[in-house]
């Protein structure tokens, strides 16, 4: 524990021991207003030059980072996507303003861009039926068991999520226990028709994929709706139940609409993973489930075709941009609640 | 809420853990399978040889003393200039801060493959032949984003007045904050740094892209899940799995009281 300093009487909430509760948390976020009112702290007491300069030392070595190694290779994608590969074998490229390399990209690929889409909003959508219960049962009804409750969330995400994968093809394989139920409950038929299945197996479709793919996102969605919820003012469930309000009400009129930036947060951390995850159609999937990854990657390493991927990428980007800034609808990111 | 209400709640959070755990349950129970074969996939029957020898796969643990090194050492430059970058943007007014906080979250709203694209075409462009540098280099880069965002965060629900307070008894500015701050963050910095190490740590698409010769642990696994699937794999696994867990339940006492 970190000595306090003497002559202070502030308590940071890191010091307290007490369990995370409604009322210590309101008690909280009535001294953070407050605190936030004094917050911006003017630097050290310093000439007006250095305190100019003192941030930008502070973050000097992390720009060159962020900048060299991303911001400006980000930038030279632009020029490559308009190149021209020299040879056949080679990486090495020369720019010839080829716009058709995006139009061919779009034509041969455009197909497994929208499956990527579409698995990872499906896998999404399957997320949040499990992950809003979840959260909502973690913050209403946890108790004291809440911070348990929210490590045995993250726990399955600090293993190695190949691993998790091959797991998978256990469960899933046609020797494993699911197909074994399935076929024990006789719904082999009908869900091969519903093209869950594919000729009664798991292993290779668009189920396994996905499967996999919502295990693990499930905690990047549960954790911002938690939070999200942790935020909630107890007085306004308190106030909407002293006005008679139900329970159902309460959740529609005060709950659902305060856990919406959580929502949002959520959506985000799941959906841009999942569609450019590379690891679950690798493993869970075959060759007509493949994903936007797998196919810049196969464009990058093995056909050497380096201004068809950087269009691919970009592209990609665009679009996951475009779902970003619709998700945010005006919002800063720095408001929605990360965990 | 009322009673159906309760049920589909508790059936739902249910279900939720049943996903979240049933491949980590299956990975631990095949920690104890004799397998037939080369590949651990197919229950056979129970056995403890396994856990006998955890490091018997010579290649495997290799693999996973590279990864543990690698995450190591892009967790500390990571938590150190994303450290710094979190300071000077929760603590001073100026000009480009926005911009600076736009291209932080660059990496969490790109998948992780638009980074690998870019760095790969970076790694060739300049010519630096793929192999630990360059590895580093990219660890080390998504790991900043993360590690300065979580701080930035720390530091934003920070009392800054403690930290004036010490100057007001005379405290220098460098001795306020390594006596006052730093030890407050240190909750902050711990987190920053697991979860740097686990993103690093667990890393595949970055690593496919930028490792060349070197085969870090996701690297060796997606080979193994062609070649062989030995049951060391899942002893391992579920040694990390038991360390992760133990470091979590150190680390949840520091969480307590914030959201």
Redo the contacts between chains.
């Keep these: 524990m970190?000595?306090r300093?003497?002559?202070?009487s502030?308590s940071?909430?890191?010091l307290?021991?007490?369990?995370?509760t409604a009322e210590?948390?309101a008690a909280?976020s009535s001294k953070?207003a407050l605190?936030r009112q004094?917050?911006?702290?003017q630097?050290?007491?310093r000439s007006g030059v250095q305190r100019?300069l003192?941030?930008?030392l502070?973050?000097a070595?992390?720009?060159i980072?962020?900048?060299g190694?991303?911001?400006?290779?980000?930038l030279?994608?632009v020029p490559?996507s308009l190149s021209e590969p020299l040879s056949r074998f080679g990486?090495e490229t020369v720019f010839s303003g080829r716009v058709a390399n995006y139009l061919e990209v779009l034509q041969a690929y455009g197909p497994i861009l929208a499956r990527s889409l579409g698995y990872a909003v499906v896998a999404t959508a399957l997320g949040l039926?499990?992950?809003?219960?979840?959260a909502?049962?973690i913050r209403f009804?946890g108790g004291r068991w809440q911070?348990l409750l929210?490590?045995?969330?993250?726990?399955?995400?600090?293993?190695?999520?190949?691993?998790?994968?091959?797991?998978?093809?256990?469960?899933l394989?046609d020797?494993g226990p699911v197909l074994a139920l399935v076929s024990a409950l006789g719904l082999t038929g009908p869900l091969d028709a519903l093209g869950v299945l594919r000729d009664g197996r798991l292993l290779n479709t668009a189920t396994a994929v996905i499967?996999g793919l919502?295990?693990n996102l499930?905690?990047f969605l549960?954790l911002p709706l938690v939070?999200a919820m942790?935020?909630i003012d107890h007085r306004l469930l308190e106030a909407a139940a002293d006005l008679h309000a139900g329970?159902?009400r309460c959740?529609v009129q005060v709950v659902w609409p305060l856990s919406r930036p959580g929502l949002a947060a959520g959506i985000?951390?799941s959906l841009?993973?999942a569609?450019?995850?590379?690891?679950n159609p690798?493993?869970l999937g075959g060759p007509n489930e493949r994903m936007?990854?797998n196919t810049?990657?196969n464009l990058?390493?093995v056909q050497m075709q380096?201004p068809r991927?950087?269009a691919l990428?970009l592209v990609?980007?665009a679009l996951?941009?475009v779902a970003?800034l619709l998700q945010l609808r005006g919002r800063g990111?720095?408001e929605l609640p990360?965990p | 809420?009322?009673r159906i209400?309760s049920v589909?709640?508790?059936l739902?959070?249910a279900?939720?853990?049943g996903?979240?755990?049933?491949?980590?349950v299956?990975?631990v129970l095949?920690s104890f399978n004799a397998p037939r074969g080369r590949f651990n996939?197919?229950?056979q029957g129970f056995t403890l040889e396994n856990w006998r020898q955890p490091l018997r796969d010579a290649a495997l643990s290799e693999a996973f003393l590279t990864s543990l090194g690698l995450a190591l050492a892009a967790t500390l430059l990571a938590v150190l200039?994303?450290g710094?970058?979190a300071?000077?943007?929760e603590?001073?007014?100026?000009r480009g801060r926005r911009s600076?906080?736009?291209?932080?979250?660059?990496?969490?709203?790109?998948?992780?493959?638009?980074?690998a694209?870019?760095?790969?075409?970076?790694f060739?462009?300049v010519d630096l032949p793929r192999g630990p540098l360059t590895l580093l280099?990219?660890h080390?880069?998504f790991c900043?984003?993360y590690a300065?965002?979580t701080l930035k965060?720390r530091l934003a629900?920070?009392?800054?007045?403690?930290?004036?307070?010490?100057q007001?008894?005379g405290a220098p500015?460098l001795q306020a904050f390594c006596?006052?701050t730093l030890?407050?963050l240190?909750?902050g910095l711990l987190a920053a740094a697991l979860l740097s190490f686990?993103l690093s740590?667990?890393d595949?698409?970055v690593s496919?892209?930028t490792a060349g010769e070197i085969v870090t642990?996701?690297l060796y696994?997606?080979g193994a899940?062609q070649r062989e699937?030995s049951p060391q794999?899942?002893v391992l696994?579920s040694l990390?799995?038991l360390v992760?867990?133990a470091l979590?339940?150190l680390a949840?006492p520091?969480?307590?009281?914030?959201?």
């Design positions: 970190p000595k300093p003497a002559g202070t502030a940071p909430a890191s307290r021991a007490e369990p995370l210590t948390l909280e953070a605190r004094r917050q911006r702290w630097g050290p007491r100019r003192w941030p930008w502070l973050l070595p992390g720009l980072w962020l900048l190694l991303y911001g400006l290779p980000l030279a994608l490559l990486l039926l499990l992950a809003y219960p979840l909502f049962a009804r911070p929210i490590g045995l969330v993250v726990l399955p995400s600090l293993s190695s999520y190949l691993v998790r994968a091959i797991a998978w093809t256990s469960l394989g020797q499967l919502t295990n499930l905690p549960v939070v942790e935020r329970p159902w959740f985000l951390l841009i993973p569609a450019g995850d590379l690891v690798l493993i936007i990854a810049i990657e990058l390493l380096a991927a950087a990428t990609l980007m996951i941009t970003v990111l720095e990360l | 809420m009322n209400g589909l709640l508790g739902a959070s279900l939720a853990f996903l979240l755990y049933a491949p980590v299956v990975m095949f996939l197919v229950w200039l994303g710094l970058m300071l000077a943007l603590r001073a007014r100026f600076i906080e736009l291209l932080l979250a660059l990496p969490l709203t790109n998948p992780e493959i638009v980074l694209t870019a760095l790969l075409n970076l060739v462009g280099l990219s080390s880069l900043l984003s300065a965002l965060a629900g920070f009392d800054s007045t403690l930290e004036l307070a010490a007001d008894l500015p006596r006052v030890p407050l240190v909750p686990s740590f667990d595949y698409v496919s892209f642990l996701p696994l997606a899940f699937i794999i899942q696994s990390v799995l992760s867990a979590l339940a949840s520091f969480r307590q009281g914030r959201p």
